[in-house]
């Protein structure tokens, strides 16, 4: 499961949000517990500037900011259009063992899934199930092993046998899945859990449920794929390929940085799996262009400066709202421990009773606004010096607003509100702003891996047609390609090398540093990205 609040996104500063907006703490030993002052309910001016939407109004005159974004993202998708649909009918509705609630399937537009069915099951899920749970902990090991391993290598049934019963009883959800990828739409609604008193909690916990399954989906057809290839069914291995990286421009399409960094994680899978099918099925012309002509009509992922600006700035604000009315606590923004000791507790009783809450609202949407600007930045080396720039002006804001100066200007009679509203928005900004280089990096990756997919088809091409591969990457123009494949990183083309058996392209990464196509596996790891294709002896039936 995959929450907003998930690390994998964004930096914390816990300690520092923990003092803010908890004033009510018990002090140290040493002092007199204080008295707890009346809940403060702050009154949210509703505008462009603080809430950035403005509808739907909540019968408490706020906006409803999860279906404001379900409103937005959900515009014009009809169930039958929506490939989202489909992986939940083939999730069913408890994908990684979490009830999805009957408002999630109400708004994709669909009756909710019976309790059994013919779902997908991870392998080591349906070992378990198989075995009616009597399974240890080394066979349950050795069989998601089996099915790490059957990924990497085209293989035959009795190679691992029980992948092999494993693929067979998933042969119905991976074949809706088949179809499902193929619909023009993705939409996945967003909704936030209930509390305990089944009111709507906030928008950074709600659940992607059907995230980590999409990837153990992903896992399942480049299983199959490369079982088609052992067994030389080389059109049925590349569907499974192709399934595989629609399922990850589709999921990539979702309105969240979460999904957008899976749907990556898939395109990478299904990249690696297609290259191991070019080396073992070496196709002719004819075949190469219908393989081109498949990749280019995927659809196109989501651009994570979208998601930074809409879904990951509604994010701030639905937690400012909530923290703001008292509604959501520190500890609530993630699941790691709190550091509390460090902190007066004068500090504690006085700044969460102090800060103008549509003040740190407004800076919060300013510094999105900022973000947003330098994304759009098109030449890629200001764009990546202005993120990082943005990066370290966050960082001094966080130094500076919880240094001892300020925590000790925050209780000064006269300056608290000003002083604390300032630190409240830098540590706020700081906690919730996800990592921005780290983001455009994977989307560059991304651009670049599919890029060099491209390129490698190109050669393959050129030998289908010559005979061989080209001695330099040059001798592509003008017959196979218009202009060299450039490299994103270094804007220059493509470094390329012919080996004995195949051959070497590769891009010299975000480091812009050519480690001679050594990339992160490697034993001396470089930061290429890589691509190295080594021929085994043509199949005379192909």
């Not at 219908?290 to 604000?317: C, G, H, W, Y």
């Not at 009783?349 to 800060?355: A, E, H, K, W």
Request: charged share 25%.
């Amino acid at each position: 499961m995959f929450p907003f609040s998930s690390p994998a996104c964004r930096s914390l500063s816990l300690a520092v949000l923990a003092v803010l907006v908890q004033p009510c703490l018990a002090a140290g030993p040493d002092t007199k517990e204080p008295a707890k002052p009346a809940p403060v309910i702050a009154r949210i001016i509703v505008s462009p500037q603080t809430t950035h939407f403005t509808e739907p109004l909540t019968d408490d005159g706020l906006v409803n900011l999860a279906a404001a974004l379900n409103r937005h993202y959900g515009k014009g998708v009809a169930p039958e259009n929506n490939a989202s649909v489909v992986l939940y009918e083939v999730l069913g509705p408890e994908p990684d063992g979490v009830r999805l609630s009957d408002d999630f399937f109400r708004q994709l537009g669909v009756a909710v899934p019976p309790t059994e069915g013919d779902y997908f099951l991870n392998c080591g899920s349906w070992v378990q199930k198989r075995h009616n749970g009597d399974v240890t902990p080394d066979q349950l090991r050795a069989a998601v092993d089996d099915q790490d391993e059957s990924r990497t290598a085209p293989w035959k049934r009795d190679d691992f046998p029980r992948v092999f019963e494993w693929l067979t009883a998933s042969r119905g959800p991976l074949s809706r899945l088949a179809e499902g990828v193929q619909r023009p739409d993705y939409y996945s609604p967003l909704i936030p859990p209930e509390d305990a008193n089944q009111q709507p909690g906030g928008l950074i916990a709600s659940l992607l449920p059907g995230i980590q399954m999409s990837r153990e989906l992903a896992r399942a057809l480049t299983s199959r794929a490369m079982l088609h290839l052992g067994e030389r069914r080389y059109e049925d291995a590349w569907q499974d390929l192709l399934t595989t990286h629609r399922l990850g421009r589709q999921i990539g399409r979702g309105p969240t940085l979460i999904e957008q960094l899976v749907g990556i994680a898939i395109e990478s899978i299904a990249i690696e799996g297609e290259r191991t099918w070019l080396e073992i099925v070496q196709p002719g012309v004819k075949r190469i262009a219908r393989i081109r002509e498949q990749l280019n009509s995927l659809p196109a992922m989501s651009k994570m400066m979208d998601a930074i600006d809409t879904t990951e700035r509604i994010l701030f604000v639905d937690s400012v709202v909530r923290l703001a009315r008292n509604q959501m606590k520190a500890d609530d923004l993630t699941d790691l421990g709190m550091q509390l000791d460090a902190f007066p507790a004068v500090l504690r009783q006085t700044i969460g009773v102090s800060v103008d809450w549509n003040g740190v609202l407004r800076r919060g949407n300013s510094q999105y606004d900022e973000i947003v600007a330098a994304m759009r930045i098109g030449n890629r080396t200001d764009r990546n010096a202005a993120l990082q720039a943005f990066e370290t002006k966050l960082q001094e804001q966080k130094l500076k607003a919880t240094s001892p100066g300020t925590l000790a200007l925050a209780v000064v009679p006269g300056l608290t509100s000003a002083i604390v509203t300032e630190a409240m928005s830098r540590t706020l900004t700081s906690l919730l702003m996800p990592a921005l280089s780290a983001a455009s990096h994977a989307e560059e990756r991304q651009q670049q891996r599919f890029a060099n997919l491209q390129a490698t088809l190109t050669l393959f091409e050129f030998r289908a047609d010559v005979g061989e591969f080209p001695e330099t990457i040059d001798s592509l123009i003008p017959k196979f390609a218009d202009d060299m494949p450039v490299d994103l990183f270094s804007g220059a083309p493509l470094k390329y090398r012919r080996t004995a058996d195949g051959f070497v392209l590769y891009s010299v990464g975000k480091n812009e540093t050519d480690d001679g196509g050594r990339t992160f596996g490697d034993e001396n790891p470089g930061d290429d990205l890589v691509v190295r294709i080594s021929l085994a002896k043509p199949d005379s039936t192909n």
